[in-house]
């Protein structure tokens, strides 16, 4: 029997683990998070994603407890969090630094805060036990943290963080000291352990692609307002705006005048240019300004002149090889930069196109995403 999909944020019974209702907050006169209202629930690995400054790291504070709430609320388990002092909140904070003991061994670590609220001895011996097996650091009990490596000192942050079995585990930029390959390995780790603890994870990272990687939703921030929240997948494939397109991986965005016909939107976009041909449920008026947004591996290459909804005549202007593909940036006669994407199928040297070759540039109508703002 397959397992339901989770997805309580779909289920309107569902009852959410933390509430943020109208929350503002200012900093003398800067507004740091205005009028926000958030919805996270138990068992999630939620991600709040965006530029710095953008108030994320502000969020996890006041969940924290280390910042108050200028204006509205926020609910855990539907309690009013506003009253009650960091220290006595189900929520722990992993930080960037780690802030590990160095003078104490890993074992001590992860039983420092244990101790501190009087666990009997043999209780915190069972639960440091239990983490250093979850954390994979059995080996690794009795070094001092300048004996280990930073990927295993972020494990031991994160055993630490969870020993005390939080309902709710905040991690601020938590991978940011890792390097590329060791980031991506710990990432897998962490779902594993959070899927395996059922702790609710809140992650704030500038990462996108650490926060489509794990989350089972995300948060797109900036200034201060939430931008969309939804899963990877659906932020990917349908954003709701040209920041959030523009803000997740890489994009093509053509901006132009509306003509529609039921759901078909004619795009006029460039003097002496075919009309861009797209596909939508949204409405448009006559002449509106339409963006039309679409990911450069859905947008196709070829010497010979395809037969395809949308087609337009270029030059490539650049090529970035990453191994598994390559992206062509394509010039049009406009100036305006297309880029397409293939897949290195073949070795580098049998590469279809090289530098300043004519191309045709071709997609689908429904390829790319229609956009009002």
């Known amino acids: 029997m397959t397992q339901p999909a989770f997805s309580p944020w779909d289920d309107p019974a569902a009852t959410p683990l933390i509430q943020f209702r109208n929350v503002t907050k200012r900093f003398g006169t800067f507004t740091a998070i205005e009028g926000l209202s958030l919805d996270i629930f138990e068992r999630e690995f939620f991600a709040l994603l965006g530029p710095s400054g953008c108030g994320k790291t502000t969020m996890m504070r006041m969940l924290a407890g280390f910042e108050d709430v200028t204006e509205g609320q926020i609910l855990l388990n539907g309690q009013d969090i506003a009253p009650v002092p960091p220290n006595k909140r189900a929520v722990n904070m992993m930080f960037q630094s780690y802030a590990l003991f160095p003078h104490l061994s890993v074992w001590d670590n992860i039983a420092f805060g244990l ?64 390097d590329k390959k060791l980031r991506q390995d710990t990432q897998f780790e962490l779902m594993d352990i959070q899927e395996t603890t059922g702790t609710t994870f809140v992650i704030v990272t500038h990462d996108q692609e650490e926060a489509m990687t794990v989350a089972s939703r995300v948060a797109v921030m900036d200034e201060g307002k939430l931008m969309q929240v939804a899963t990877p997948d659906q932020i990917y494939e349908a954003p709701n705006s040209v920041y959030v397109a523009d803000f997740i991986g890489d994009v093509n965005i053509i901006s132009g005048r509306a003509s529609q016909s039921g759901d078909k939107v004619a795009i006029a976009w460039a003097e002496g240019e075919p009309q861009i041909q797209g596909t939508t449920s949204r409405q448009f008026a006559p002449g509106q300004t339409c963006h039309f947004a679409i990911r450069p591996e859905k947008v196709a290459i070829s010497a010979q002149k395809p037969d395809a909804p949308n087609v337009l005549r270029g030059k490539v202007l650049d090529i970035a090889y990453l191994g598994n593909i390559s992206t062509y940036h394509v010039e049009l006669p406009t100036g305006t930069i297309i880029k397409a994407q293939t897949a290195n199928t073949r070795r580098i040297a049998r590469r279809s196109f090289t530098w300043e070759d004519p191309v045709w540039i071709s997609f689908s109508d429904t390829a790319g995403v229609l956009l009002e703002h």
């Open 115 to 178: 101790r501190r609220d009087r666990m009997r001895k043999d209780a915190v011996a069972s639960r440091v036990d239990e983490m250093l097996r979850l954390t994979r650091l059995e080996k690794f009990a009795n070094r001092k943290p300048h004996q280990i490596s930073g990927g295993q000192r972020q494990r031991v942050a994160l055993a630490r963080s969870l020993a005390k079995a939080p309902k709710l585990l905040l991690l601020d930029e938590p991978l940011g000291a890792l």
